[in-house]
């Protein structure tokens, strides 16, 4: 071990990516949406809100193939601002690497694409088939209750949300090639301030702020006590230099 070579431990380093995957979007204009029609609630799909941003779940994974680029689930964005542009994040466990892709689609634009009715269906089947899990149960109680929902039809901006979720590892253990573990993350929906920048990272901004100041008056106060200790040390020199004179 001693003799390794140290460019053969680096090649033995594995690549680690970031384990926070992100899409950034505007919401549309409000579309008719009449919550008298079951139907979106018969999808069972979880939905994010500015009053429910964060989701935190178990997304199924699956290695690509060129059939299949991964494993969709599906989620519905409601009561969005129309024209504010919002970020949805996938923040998961490095332990876990995989490879997540977002889209957004319009209501519109899924009602009159069959093959999305199709995937959103398949996924939908899938997830009330599975709805005894405890995973479902405690997701489906962060949800607003139905009866507090206008049965009038109303107009919202919504949107669709596909996560395709894609394992994005090797391991020599036969288990962990044949069935990929379901992946934890946390789906979080967040809004931008002005349309610049996420409000999550405005403690962040105020944080780096109060730091920077900090470090601006301590760099003048530093800056200030050396000039002093320099003139001192300068005005000490000329004295003596003075006194040497006068003693020739």
């Known amino acids: 071990m001693k003799n390794l070579n140290p460019l053969v431990l680096l090649s033995l380093l594995p690549l680690v990516s970031a ?4 899409t950034i979007f505007l919401a549309p204009q409000p579309s008719p949406v009449p919550s008298t029609d079951s139907t979106l609630d018969d999808l069972g799909l979880e939905r994010l809100s500015p009053s429910y941003p964060t989701l935190r779940t178990y ?45 957004t689609y319009t209501l519109s634009s899924t009602i009159e694409d069959p093959s999305l009715l199709s995937a959103i269906s398949l996924y939908s089947s899938a997830r009330l088939a599975a709805s005894t ?14 009866s507090s929902m206008d049965p009038a039809p109303t107009s919202d901006a919504v949107l669709f949300l596909r996560i395709r979720a894609a394992a994005d590892y090797f391991s020599l253990d036969k288990a962990l090639m044949e069935n990929v573990p379901p992946v934890l993350a946390d789906v979080i929906l967040d809004p931008f301030l002005w349309n610049v920048f996420p409000r999550s990272l405005l403690p962040t901004a105020g944080y780096v702020c109060v730091v920077g100041t900090v470090a601006v008056l301590l760099a003048r106060w530093v800056m200030g006590a050396f000039r002093g200790m320099i003139e001192r040390e300068v005005g000490g020199t000329k004295t003596v230099d003075g006194d040497d004179k006068k003693k020739r």
């Open 19 to 22: 384990n926070v995957e992100k």
């Open 59 to 103: 997304l199924n994974a699956s290695f690509p193939t060129p059939d299949s680029p991964g494993t969709d689930s599906w989620y519905f964005l409601e009561n969005l601002n129309p024209g504010q542009r919002y970020e949805v994040r996938i923040c998961y466990l490095a332990t876990q690497p995989t490879s997540f892709t977002l889209d």
């Open 133 to 146: 899990s405890n995973t479902l149960i405690r997701n489906a109680k962060r949800q607003p209750p139905l």
